[in-house]
């Protein structure tokens, strides 16, 4: 049985799609069968995160009955697989963001575990990504008005019936006037998946076009997203221990 999880924002920039890559390479590292979907038709950026902008055959063309899904799937160098949306705006002209809904049959057969990039916001095509997943984790900012529209993303999704799994929070720098994590949970009354550091190595991860948990394994936000990765499986991750850490039993 396969699960489907649409990674979505409120609104844009607070690192949904560095979430959604990041998610499905730890995943994969953790010996899991996962394909990554890149569901932001309007403006996709999974196959510039890992390396393909440009393929032969993207989403685009399955949509618009051109190709099979199995046709546009491609595999990373680390073993996951990733089913990249096209840059070309000529592509994108031709499309209907509802015709989502007829793929959502042969979503379920490639992975047992689908990881969707939706679009950030709440218009049409981000509704139709929604309604293809079963499982809805949204990314915020912890800052206000970020957190409004996570509100307002959680209330829609609970509309269509979809199970809200929890929240993740990105770019925390640890600064007063950042929201603490018991009001982001007071205000969403949704379970916190995990915190994301700020870190600068996922801008060199995105320049190197690769996954932070790939490019930079030790970096802060790389386990991060490892502990977020398996407790979404419900599985343990191991943290290394520093030399001092064994040496003193810290």
Do not use: C
């Not at 963001?97 to 047992?112: A, E, G, Q, R």
């Not at 949204?138 to 809200?164: C, F, H, Q, R």
């Not at 600068?200 to 030790?218: F, K, V, Y």
């Amino acid at each position: 049985m396969s699960k489907s999880i649409i990674i979505t924002s409120g609104k844009g920039g607070v690192g949904k799609t560095t979430t959604a890559v990041n998610l499905a390479t730890a995943m994969n590292s953790m010996n899991e069968d996962v394909t990554l979907i890149d569901l932001n038709l309007t403006t996709p950026n999974v196959g510039l995160h890992l390396g393909a902008p440009v393929v032969p055959i993207t989403l685009n063309h399955v949509l618009s009955g051109k190709a099979e899904l199995v046709d546009a799937i491609y595999e990373h160098e680390s073993g996951t697989k990733i089913i990249p949306s096209s840059l070309s705006v000529r592509e994108l002209k031709k499309l209907n963001s509802k015709s989502l809904s007829s793929i959502s049959k042969d979503v379920k057969k490639i992975s047992d575990i689908i990881i969707f990039d939706g679009a950030a916001g709440l218009g049409q095509e981000a509704i139709s990504a929604m309604a293809l997943a079963e499982d809805v984790i949204i990314i915020t900012n912890p800052e206000m008005p970020s957190v409004t529209d996570a509100l307002k993303t959680a209330k829609v999704a609970e509309e269509m019936g979809k199970n809200v799994s929890g929240v993740i929070v990105t770019r925390v720098r640890g600064k007063r006037s950042e929201m603490s994590l018991q009001s982001i949970q007071e205000m969403l009354e949704l379970p916190i998946l995990g915190v994301v550091p700020e870190d600068d190595n996922a801008q060199e991860a995105l320049s190197m076009r690769n996954a932070i948990t790939l490019t930079h394994p030790r970096s802060k936000a790389s386990k991060a997203y490892m502990q977020i990765a398996a407790k979404i499986l419900g599985k343990e991750v191991k943290e290394e221990k520093s030399f001092w850490k064994k040496v003193f039993g810290l």
